[in-house]
C-alpha cells in the first residue's frame, strides 16, 4: 500500500513553455501533498504544501504565480511550472501524507529539463 | 523543526549491519525523528519513525537514546541495493507543523 505515482517521468521542454505534473496517490486518499524541488547534488527542498480544496502554502522565495498547484481531489495534485526557463529544471518529486500521522510517502519524481 | 546532523558518509560491508547515527541535541517534547532513504534519482522512500521507544519493523530498526538526543538506524543485514542517501529528520507529528525539512543525509555505500 501507500503507493504515489507521477506522471511524466521525465520531460524536455522548450524556453517559456508551460508544464503540468501530475502526482496521484494510488491507494488511499491523501489530505495533504508536498511538491519538493532538488537540483543535482543536493538535498529535497519543500516547495509548497497544499490540502484539498483549499489553496496551497508556499515557502518563501518560492514564487506562486510561477508554480501553480492545484490539489482538486484526494487523489490527485497538480503542479504547473509556467513559462518555464532553464534554471527551473530539475528533479521535482512530490508526497503525499494519509492523515494525522506524518509519514509522507513520496513518488518516483519527474525530471523536467528546459532547453 | 529542530536540526539534524549526520556524518556526510559510511561505508558497509555486504551482510554486515549497518549502523547510522544522527544527533538532534535540540529535538523538542513533542518531535518524532523519522528516517527516510533515497535511492540515486528515484523519490525518498520511508523507513521508519519514532518518539522515545526503540521501534522495529521489517526495514530497519531504531534506537533512540534515553536523553532524545541522537538516534541510530540499524539495517541488520545490509544489501547492495541499500546503498543510499539516508536522511534522519525531526518532525512534529501531524497538525499544522507537518513539513519535512531534509539535510544532506548519510551516503551508505554497501559494498560487496
Known amino acids: 500500500g501507500a503507493v504515489v505515482s507521477q506522471h511524466p517521468s521525465r520531460v524536455i521542454c522548450k524556453s517559456g513553455t508551460s508544464v503540468k505534473i501530475e502526482c496521484r496517490s494510488l491507494d488511499f486518499q491523501a489530505t495533504t501533498m508536498f511538491w519538493y524541488r532538488q537540483f543535482p547534488k543536493q538535498s529535497l527542498m519543500l516547495m509548497a504544501t497544499?490540502?484539498?480544496?483549499?489553496?496551497?502554502?508556499?515557502e518563501q522565495g518560492v514564487e506562486k504565480d510561477k508554480f501553480l498547484i492545484n490539489h482538486a481531489s484526494l487523489t490527485l495534485s497538480t503542479l504547473t511550472v509556467t513559462s518555464a526557463h532553464p534554471e527551473d529544471s530539475s528533479f521535482y518529486i512530490c508526497?503525499?501524507?494519509?492523515?494525522?500521522?506524518?509519514?509522507?510517502?513520496f513518488g518516483p519524481g519527474t525530471r523536467l529539463t528546459v532547453l | 523543526d529542530a536540526k539534524t546532523t549526520q556524518p556526510p558518509s559510511m561505508d558497509c560491508a555486504e551482510g554486515r549491519a549497518a549502523n547510522l547515527p544522527c544527533n538532534h541535541s535540540t529535538i523538542s517534547g513533542n518531535e518524532y525523528v523519522y528516517w527516510y532513504r533515497q535511492i540515486h534519482s528515484q523519490g525518498p522512500q520511508y523507513i521508519i519513525h519514532g518518539l522515545k521507544n526503540n521501534e522495529t519493523n521489517e526495514m530497519a530498526s531504531l534506537i533512540i537514546t534515553e536523553d532524545r538526543k541522537s538516534s541510530t538506524l540499524i539495517l541488520p543485514h545490509a544489501t547492495l541495493r541499500d546503498t543510499a542517501v539516508y536522511y534522519c529528520?525531526?518532525?512534529?507529528?501531524?497538525?499544522?507543523?507537518?513539513?519535512?525539512?531534509f539535510g544532506k543525509g548519510t551516503l551508505l555505500t554497501v559494498n560487496p
Open positions: 508526497s503525499a501524507g494519509a492523515g494525522t500521522g506524518n509519514e509522507q510517502f
Open positions: 497544499s490540502n484539498e480544496g483549499s489553496k496551497a502554502t508556499y
Open positions: 529528520i525531526v518532525s512534529y507529528r501531524g497538525g499544522s507543523n507537518y513539513k519535512l525539512t
